[in-house]
């Protein structure tokens, strides 16, 4: 057996608990496949630990239920199941093990295992938030938050979010300050808001840091220190938030309270748009297209402005459509500027359906039909688009069209 740094009394607990639940003893199979599921005193092998779980599970111990069903939940030491797992997780809930109540309702919520059951999940998460279970209580108030197994209902939801945020929960502190800022079943407040959220944040919840982060750059019940808003954006940032790496490449980008870097806000969006976060794609493509904060790259630019017009970004469509219509970082194809035109402008961007007016009046990549140029031109002129008002104008006084058609 290989052991490190293991003390004498240590391993003798362990010596105790084998040769007792050798002889049967449930409560010594449970501590020996806790030991062996931890790796406490011991390597950690997550076999044995399936093993001894088991057998205390098999005796009716509800701790070991609810660990076994955890391994086969995670396949840990085990092929994983998931109705294995609710069927070890039920067992055990129903001997009133909390944190099985907990797992079960999971379980339901998710339809892992289970047919998919928003009351039951509920009413598990129910039992065990009775036993004050902080994470049980933020689940059962979110249930009342969005509607999950009961209807909707604010003041039941925040009385569950107080309940689980004062045993210091730290979603239940993030819920619970988004109820502030949003005046969900109370009067809004920005301030009780950054209190939660400050709560949450101490905890390091990076969803919390970032909201703490964004009510110190925009002055949200607090007062603006745009530093401050850096300082937690990066804590959530680092964390992987890509909604906080999205702000932070903002802030860095315009300033805002800060030395201006375009090269360090570069970094953060390129992190965010790893993440699929569609408006960093976006503003990425457009630091490439510019040459800011990186030398230009009309190649980097169309990469970053596809996998964001993919998401159906209208903005990054059009740029799409232009960079085949003018060959930047690709080779010039005007049929494909058409569709990408087309995307954008079926979503109302008034840029793209006077492009397409444009394409349509030419037969640059479609064939040619004034009528589908004057119609494109009109949509974008009724949003005021000048070049498109100039466009239809220059067709109606040519004599191309009389009257606008408006039937595709």
Same mark, same amino acid.
Request: aromatic share 12%.
């Given at each position: 057996?290989?052991?490190?740094?293991?003390?004498?009394?240590?391993?003798?607990?362990?010596? #105790? $608990?084998?040769? *007792?639940?050798?002889? =049967?003893?449930?409560?010594? +199979?449970? @501590? /020996?496949g806790? !030991? %062996?599921?931890? &790796?406490?005193?011991?390597?950690?092998?997550?076999?044995?630990?399936?093993?001894?779980?088991?057998?205390?599970?098999?005796?009716?111990?509800?701790?070991?239920?609810?660990?076994?069903?955890?391994?086969?939940?995670?396949?840990?030491?085990?092929?994983?199941?998931?109705?294995?797992?609710?069927?070890?997780?039920?067992?055990?809930?129903?001997?009133?093990?909390?944190?099985?109540?907990?797992?079960?309702?999971?379980?339901?919520?998710?339809?892992?295992?289970?047919?998919?059951?928003?009351?039951?999940?509920?009413a598990?998460?129910?039992?065990?938030?009775?036993?004050?279970?902080?994470?049980?209580?933020?689940?059962?108030?979110?249930?009342?938050?969005?509607?999950n197994?009961?209807?909707?209902?604010?003041?039941?939801?925040?009385? #569950? $979010?107080?309940? *689980?945020?004062?045993? =210091?929960?730290p979603?239940? +502190?993030? @819920? /619970?300050?988004? !109820? %502030?800022?949003? &005046?969900?079943?109370?009067?809004p407040?920005?301030a009780?808001?950054?209190?939660?959220?400050?709560?949450?944040?101490?905890?390091?919840?990076p969803?919390a840091?970032?909201q703490?982060?964004?009510?110190?750059?925009?002055?949200?019940?607090?007062?603006?220190?745009?530093?401050?808003?850096?300082?937690?954006?990066?804590?959530?940032?680092?964390?992987?938030?890509?909604?906080?790496?999205?702000?932070?490449?903002?802030?860095?980008?315009?300033?805002?309270?800060?030395?201006?870097?375009?090269?360090?806000?570069?970094?953060?969006?390129?992190?965010?748009?790893?993440?699929?976060?569609?408006?960093?794609?976006?503003?990425?493509?457009?630091?490439?297209?510019?040459?800011?904060?990186?030398?230009?790259?009309?190649?980097?630019?169309?990469? #970053?402005?596809?996998? *964001?017009?993919?998401? =159906?970004?209208?903005?990054? +469509?059009? @740029?799409?459509?232009?960079?085949?219509?003018? &060959?930047?970082?690709?080779?010039?194809?005007?049929?494909?500027?058409?569709h990408?035109?087309?995307?954008?402008?079926?979503?109302?961007?008034?840029?793209?359906?006077?492009?397409?007016?444009?394409?349509?009046?030419?037969?640059?990549?479609?064939p040619?039909?004034?009528?589908?140029?004057?119609?494109?031109?009109?949509?974008?002129?009724?949003?005021?688009?000048?070049?498109?008002?100039?466009?239809?104008?220059?067709?109606?006084?040519?004599?191309?069209?009389?009257?606008?058609?408006?039937?595709?």
């Amino acid at each position: 057996m290989n052991r490190q740094n293991t003390s004498r009394e240590n391993y003798q607990t362990y010596v #105790w $608990f084998r040769q *007792a639940a050798e002889r =049967g003893d449930a409560y010594a +199979q449970f @501590n /020996l496949g806790l !030991m %062996y599921k931890k &790796g406490e005193c011991i390597e950690r092998d997550f076999a044995k630990a399936f093993k001894w779980l088991r057998q205390a599970a098999l005796q009716g111990l509800a701790f070991a239920q609810n660990h076994l069903g955890a391994l086969y939940y995670n396949g840990r030491g085990v092929e994983k199941s998931d109705p294995e797992a609710a069927y070890w997780f039920r067992h055990a809930a129903e001997q009133g093990d909390a944190s099985a109540q907990q797992n079960l309702g999971q379980m339901y919520r998710k339809g892992r295992g289970v047919e998919q059951n928003f009351e039951m999940a509920l009413a598990w998460f129910y039992r065990a938030a009775e036993q004050s279970v902080g994470s049980a209580q933020n689940l059962l108030a979110e249930c009342y938050l969005y509607g999950n197994g009961a209807s909707i209902n604010y003041p039941l939801a925040m009385a #569950w $979010f107080r309940k *689980a945020a004062v045993q =210091g929960e730290p979603q239940a +502190q993030l @819920n /619970l300050g988004l !109820m %502030y800022q949003r &005046g969900q079943g109370v009067e809004p407040s920005d301030a009780q808001a950054v209190c939660w959220f400050r709560q949450a944040a101490a905890q390091g919840d990076p969803a919390a840091q970032r909201q703490l982060g964004i009510a110190y750059a925009e002055a949200l019940g607090v007062r603006a220190d745009p530093l401050r808003a850096v300082a937690w954006l990066e804590r959530a940032g680092d964390q992987g938030d890509k909604d906080a790496q999205f702000q932070l490449g903002v802030i860095l980008s315009s300033g805002h309270g800060v030395e201006q870097d375009a090269s360090r806000a570069l970094g953060w969006y390129l992190r965010a748009a790893e993440q699929g976060h569609v408006l960093a794609q976006y503003n990425l493509g457009s630091m490439y297209a510019s040459g800011r904060g990186v030398g230009q790259d009309a190649q980097r630019a169309l990469e #970053w402005y596809l996998r *964001a017009a993919e998401q =159906g970004a209208p903005n990054a +469509q059009f @740029n799409v459509g232009v960079s085949f219509a003018n &060959g930047n970082g690709v080779t010039k194809d005007e049929s494909q500027a058409a569709h990408w035109y087309r995307l954008a402008a079926d979503q109302g961007d008034a840029s793209a359906q006077n492009n397409l007016g444009v394409l349509y009046a030419n037969g640059q990549g479609v064939p040619q039909d004034d009528n589908m140029a004057a119609y494109w031109y009109g949509l974008a002129a009724d949003q005021g688009h000048a070049l498109a008002r100039h466009n239809l104008g220059a067709m109606v006084d040519s004599g191309r069209v009389v009257v606008r058609d408006t039937v595709r």
